[in-house]
């Protein structure tokens, strides 16, 4: 390459305000040539996993990290070799002075176009992954994945000139198995080659029960064979990973605390230490709102929703808050002020393979039930393929919790950081009920409304839980309060 020069692509800030990153995915190995806007690996950040393409083009000279590594935001993580002014003005070294594993020193900021996330800028044409090119030379293709084995198999043994493992499914090395970021986590979490998993998916994609039938298929044979080994209990959920197949020889297993469930730990702890928290619970007849939902699947104007008691529950909590304006609020520590918000951006909890998530639906307090629905469904179907972005769960002023979903009747909920009140809901279960002077099986459910008790005293907080409760047992109200 004529005047090559080598660039230095940092790791960006990919949310507002991150500090770090891990990389869960190369897409790229030393000696492929990338083109500007390329997608050359996937990092997950506290808040989102994303995608990270390249700015320019060239020919990847060295990945600085091994797949798995935490990485600071502004550290260089991969070197690309380009030729002389086909780049936007960043770090320039000559190629012959770059060590091929370890990364240059962080020199000023690029003056005019700065690493960014996918749909932020980058491409315009097509979000479609562009193939890699091979290496033409087969030593020199052989030197680049002995390169990245090295970089996979880092913190597992010593390292050791060995000879590449080959793979289960040798047909078609170029062609990467089609999934989606979640997919990849969970088959990663159970040790599952996507290479050998067959894809029932539209377009040959990878599907979650595709990977649980893998899991299931290489199980049959234990499963046949003389018991010698403790049998899995049938109830396991489906996304956690296998007991191991033996406890005299795997006692213990360690899970590093990071992305998500490190951020996750970190607000949780601040919010329980930081905010004085009270909850108070009520019990309530939903046998009336159960009638509702089903009345609403019928309607054409929810053809196509997603209805269900979360939805009549969300509403009942919007009408609520607009009774009582003053739980809507935060606490400005350091203005010593209560900011009360104008506005609803209506947190919604979700559980994800990478944990626990809160992306909130914005200015619920104006959406229309059908339009409260339809922002529901998005938010729950987004979260479930992990295509939340950080936007999505920023600003959030109140949140939902749906304990009832694991069979749980309630639970005493931790605050958002930054919010004053959080609603949990059980399990709604035919009870023995005292229903017009008779005792009658009907549908019930509990309610947990936690609040900050330095701006939501006990009386706001009770008339904001008894609300809620109000609207589920009689929902005509939500004509007349709303």
């Given at each position: 390459?004529?005047?090559?020069?080598?660039?230095?692509?940092?790791?960006?800030?990919?949310?507002?305000?991150?500090?770090?990153?891990?990389?869960?995915?190369?897409?790229?190995?030393?000696?492929?040539?990338v083109?500007?806007?390329?997608?050359?690996?996937?990092?997950?950040?506290?808040?989102?996993?994303?995608?990270?393409?390249?700015?320019?083009?060239?020919?990847?000279?060295?990945?600085?990290?091994?797949?798995?590594?935490?990485?600071?935001?502004?550290?260089?993580?991969?070197?690309?070799?380009?030729?002389?002014?086909?780049?936007?003005?960043?770090?320039e070294?000559?190629?012959?002075?770059?060590?091929?594993?370890?990364?240059?020193?962080p020199?000023?900021?690029?003056?005019?176009?700065?690493?960014v996330?996918?749909?932020?800028?980058?491409?315009?044409?097509?979000?479609?992954?562009?193939?890699?090119?091979?290496?033409?030379?087969?030593v020199?293709?052989?030197?680049?994945?002995?390169?990245?084995?090295?970089?996979?198999?880092?913190?597992?043994?010593?390292a050791?000139?060995?000879?590449?493992?080959?793979?289960?499914?040798?047909?078609?090395?170029?062609?990467?198995?089609?999934?989606?970021?979640?997919?990849?986590?969970l088959?990663?979490?159970?040790?599952?080659?996507?290479?050998?998993?067959?894809?029932?998916?539209?377009?040959?994609?990878?599907?979650r029960?595709?990977?649980?039938?893998?899991?299931?298929?290489?199980?049959a044979?234990?499963?046949?064979?003389?018991?010698?080994?403790?049998?899995?209990?049938?109830a396991?959920?489906?996304?956690r990973?296998?007991?191991?197949?033996?406890?005299?020889?795997?006692?213990?297993?360690?899970?590093?605390?990071?992305?998500?469930?490190?951020?996750?730990?970190?607000?949780?702890?601040?919010?329980?230490f930081?905010?004085?928290?009270?909850?108070?619970?009520?019990?309530?007849?939903?046998?009336r709102?159960?009638?509702?939902?089903?009345?609403?699947?019928?309607?054409?104007e929810?053809?196509?929703?997603?209805?269900?008691?979360?939805?009549?529950?969300?509403?009942?909590?919007?009408?609520?808050?607009?009774?009582?304006?003053?739980?809507?609020?935060?606490?400005?520590?350091a203005?010593?002020?209560?900011?009360?918000?104008?506005?609803?951006?209506?947190?919604?909890?979700?559980?994800?393979p990478?944990?626990?998530?809160v992306?909130?639906?914005?200015d619920?307090?104006?959406?229309?039930?059908?339009?409260l629905?339809?922002?529901?469904?998005?938010?729950?179907?987004?979260?479930?393929?992990?295509r939340t972005?950080p936007?999505?769960?920023?600003?959030?002023?109140?949140?939902?919790?749906?304990?009832?979903?694991?069979?749980?009747?309630?639970?005493?909920?931790i605050?958002?950081?930054?919010?004053?009140?959080?609603?949990?809901?059980?399990?709604?279960?035919?009870?023995?009920?005292?229903?017009?002077?008779?005792?009658?099986?009907r549908?019930?459910?509990?309610?947990?409304?936690?609040?900050?008790?330095?701006?939501?005293?006990?009386?706001?907080?009770?008339?904001?839980?008894?609300?809620v409760?109000?609207?589920?047992?009689?929902?005509?109200?939500?004509?007349?309060?709303?």
């Amino acid at each position: 390459m004529t005047n090559a020069s080598v660039r230095e692509f940092k790791m960006p800030d990919v949310g507002e305000g991150l500090t770090e990153a891990e990389i869960l995915k190369w897409y790229v190995q030393p000696g492929d040539t990338v083109t500007d806007g390329q997608v050359v690996c996937e990092v997950e950040t506290a808040k989102a996993a994303v995608e990270l393409p390249i700015p320019y083009d060239g020919v990847v000279r060295a990945l600085h990290f091994p797949e798995g590594t935490t990485v600071d935001v502004g550290t260089s993580i991969i070197a690309v070799e380009v030729a002389g002014g086909a780049a936007p003005a960043q770090e320039e070294v000559p190629a012959a002075a770059v060590p091929a594993a370890e990364p240059e020193k962080p020199a000023e900021q690029p003056a005019a176009r700065q690493p960014v996330l996918v749909g932020y800028g980058v491409a315009t044409s097509s979000t479609r992954r562009r193939p890699r090119k091979q290496a033409q030379d087969p030593v020199a293709r052989q030197a680049a994945s002995a390169v990245q084995a090295e970089l996979n198999g880092h913190g597992a043994a010593p390292a050791a000139p060995a000879a590449p493992v080959a793979p289960a499914a040798p047909a078609a090395p170029a062609q990467r198995p089609l999934a989606k970021p979640p997919v990849r986590k969970l088959a990663k979490d159970l040790g599952v080659d996507l290479a050998t998993v067959t894809p029932s998916g539209p377009d040959g994609v990878i599907t979650r029960e595709d990977v649980h039938a893998a899991v299931a298929a290489a199980q049959a044979p234990q499963q046949t064979a003389p018991a010698a080994q403790p049998a899995v209990p049938a109830a396991s959920a489906p996304d956690r990973p296998a007991a191991p197949a033996s406890y005299d020889t795997a006692r213990e297993t360690r899970i590093p605390v990071k992305g998500v469930r490190k951020a996750t730990a970190a607000a949780m702890v601040g919010s329980a230490f930081t905010a004085p928290h009270v909850t108070e619970f009520v019990t309530v007849d939903v046998t009336r709102t159960m009638k509702l939902v089903e009345e609403l699947k019928q309607d054409k104007e929810f053809a196509g929703l997603r209805v269900n008691p979360l939805l009549l529950i969300a509403k009942a909590l919007l009408v609520a808050i607009r009774r009582n304006p003053d739980i809507n609020a935060s606490w400005d520590e350091a203005a010593q002020e209560i900011v009360v918000k104008h506005y609803v951006n209506l947190g919604i909890a979700a559980a994800t393979p990478r944990g626990l998530i809160v992306p909130n639906i914005k200015d619920a307090h104006a959406k229309t039930l059908p339009e409260l629905a339809a922002s529901l469904g998005e938010l729950v179907s987004t979260a479930r393929e992990g295509r939340t972005s950080p936007s999505a769960m920023q600003g959030g002023t109140v949140t939902i919790t749906n304990v009832g979903v694991f069979g749980v009747d309630t639970g005493t909920p931790i605050l958002n950081p930054g919010e004053s009140a959080i609603l949990a809901v059980g399990a709604i279960k035919p009870q023995p009920w005292v229903h017009k002077g008779k005792v009658k099986p009907r549908q019930v459910t509990t309610l947990a409304l936690s609040f900050d008790h330095r701006l939501v005293d006990g009386e706001l907080g009770s008339k904001v839980l008894a609300d809620v409760a109000a609207v589920l047992e009689q929902p005509k109200r939500l004509i007349t309060w709303a």
